[in-house]
């Protein structure tokens, strides 16, 4: 049974989060230094975001995102397609796709700073490299996996090759193409961050919490790893609320 | 609008009965020399049948022995290994016909609303939008269907689900119908209504209709002929005429005609299981 009330149930997590936070704080269980109270950090994390520095960094940031995920999209969901919609085809790739899809990609940063040099281009282009081969791997799954009885009617109803490929196994993949689209952003996410560590970075949100540990403004840490926590969320959702509104079969 | 389907149902209502008497009995199918085999398995080894046309044919064997088959075959979804089916003289790829599927939540396109669905075989015959449109409000007009053909198939039940299906399968107007086990996913209070349903459109349609079916007072009771085969390497066991008039009803299973046919095919198929 649904109560009323079960809608407002994740909101006590939050509360007793911060209650325990208060209660760390108040008796001094970490350094005050190092743990600052959670009003602290939530005024800094205001102060940042409207108009300073950690609001501008987060914009960097889901630019970045943003741009790498549309690369990945752009490159992997056309590709995915190709391949899933022949089994041989993937199987002869599936080795390659897997090995490094089980690389770190971090374990790439050297390797695409001496192609791209240091900037923009390394983060953006390893995070797409990343999330290429989440998305290449769900779409391929996908289509593979498209019901063989939807593709029979199609073809039974006189459907030509390419008509099933782009009126059944296309939507048919929709939906793990969604569950590789929200996989891929939170990998281009990890790695834009750490991206934005090192490597000579001057903003974006990695920075803005290397930075603020380095010169021990603690609120101004916690306040930039929140506002992290809060961009992958919030991409997740992004993500989820555009399959719920195109992929409404999905599930059913 | 209306006159033209009241049109389309007194030609096709008509159709069968002058067929019969202008061709004789002229078969609509004819299968000849069909041989088809599983790895190891011989499913029809130079099988001949003849399928009569305007009739509803339900196909009845034992588990296995390649009723499903048959009409996979006939309908192009498996190729054939030797043999030659051709309808009315004509191959395959020269006419239309309409396939059901047993598992219709597979079937169906669950990104397509329930007209969209029933109107898909037009798009891909490049019929213009319009004129899809204006056929398939025809149909839904004709069989009467109540169903809302805005929702989605997710959102309708089973039995609504196949009914669009079939509808689906009847939107081309198809020379032959084929519905493998339609009603078999469905619970038996619905499957009851589909039966009435398959009926009526039979006999609005007088379509040539080929029905596999794996319960006997289905098959028998819908059926103007009951292929009865034997396990694999399928032979007709019998192929049993059953004439009672249409619309048939729930008096009909007590006919003693219904009884008797019924026991008839019973007691082949239990010939054909011991053998």
């Known amino acids: ?252 | 609008m209306e006159r033209q389907a009241a049109a389309v149902r007194t030609t096709s209502a008509r159709q069968p009965a002058d067929v019969a008497s202008q061709d004789g009995d002229r078969p609509h199918v004819t299968i000849r020399d069909l041989s088809k085999r599983f790895g190891d398995a011989v499913i029809y080894d130079r099988f001949d049948l003849d399928i009569p046309r305007g009739k509803l044919i339900s196909i009845f064997g034992p588990n296995g022995c390649g009723k499903s088959t048959l009409i996979n075959l006939i309908a192009g979804l498996i190729p054939l290994d030797e043999g030659e089916i051709l309808f009315d003289g004509q191959r395959l790829d020269e006419i239309k016909f309409g396939y059901v599927f047993q598992n219709y939540r597979e079937a169906l396109f669950p990104w397509l609303r329930a007209f969209d669905n029933v109107a898909y075989p037009l798009k891909l015959m490049n019929v213009p939008r319009a004129e899809r449109r204006a056929r398939t409000e025809r149909l839904v007009a004709h069989l009467g269907v109540k169903i809302d053909m805005n929702r989605y198939p997710y959102e309708l039940s089973g039995g609504q689900q196949q009914l669009i299906s079939i509808m689906r399968a009847l939107v081309v107007e198809p020379e032959i119908l084929f519905l493998d086990e339609p009603f078999s996913a469905l619970d038996y209070e619905m499957t009851l209504f589909m039966r009435e349903q398959l009926q009526r459109i039979f006999m609005e349609t007088g379509t040539t209709t080929v029905l596999v079916s794996h319960d006997l007072e289905e098959a028998v009771y819908l059926a103007d002929r009951i292929l009865l085969l034997s396990r694999h390497p399928a032979t007709v066991a019998d192929f049993v005429h059953f004439d009672i008039a249409r619309p048939r009803s729930d008096e009909t299973l007590s006919d003693p005609e219904f009884v008797s046919i019924k026991a008839h095919c019973l007691e082949i198929f239990q010939r054909e299981v011991r053998k």
């Open chain 1, 1 to 252: 049974m649904m109560s009323r009330a079960d809608p407002f149930l994740p909101i006590i997590g939050v509360i007793g989060l911060i209650i325990l936070w208060y209660l760390a704080v108040w008796y001094q269980v970490v350094d005050p230094v190092l743990l600052p109270s959670p009003t602290a950090t939530f005024a800094a994390m205001w102060k940042g975001m409207a108009g300073g520095k950690l609001g501008y960094d987060f914009v960097i940031t889901v630019w970045r995102t943003a741009l790498s995920i549309a690369i990945a999209a752009v490159i992997a969901i056309p590709l995915g397609i190709v391949l899933g919609s022949s089994e041989r085809l993937y199987r002869s790739v599936e080795f390659v796709v897997d090995f490094f899809r089980s690389t770190p990609a971090s374990a790439m940063f050297p390797l695409f700073l001496v192609l791209f040099g240091v900037g923009d281009k390394t983060k953006i282009s390893v995070a797409a490299f990343g999330a290429v081969l989440v998305i290449l791997f769900n779409v391929a799954y996908g289509v593979m996996n498209a019901r063989k009885t939807r593709l029979l009617a199609a073809k039974v109803m006189g459907a030509s090759r390419l008509r099933v490929l782009v009126d059944v196994m296309l939507l048919e993949s929709l939906p793990q193409t969604f569950v590789g689209l929200r996989n891929g952003v939170s990998l281009a996410l990890v790695i834009i961050v750490v991206a934005e560590m090192f490597i000579g970075s001057v903003d974006g949100l990695g920075h803005r919490v290397f930075e603020a540990q380095q010169l021990f403004e603690m609120p101004d840490m916690y306040a930039a790893i929140f506002a992290a926590g809060a961009l992958g969320y919030g991409l997740n959702l992004f993500f989820l609320l555009i399959e719920r509104r195109f992929v409404h079969w999905s599930g059913k």
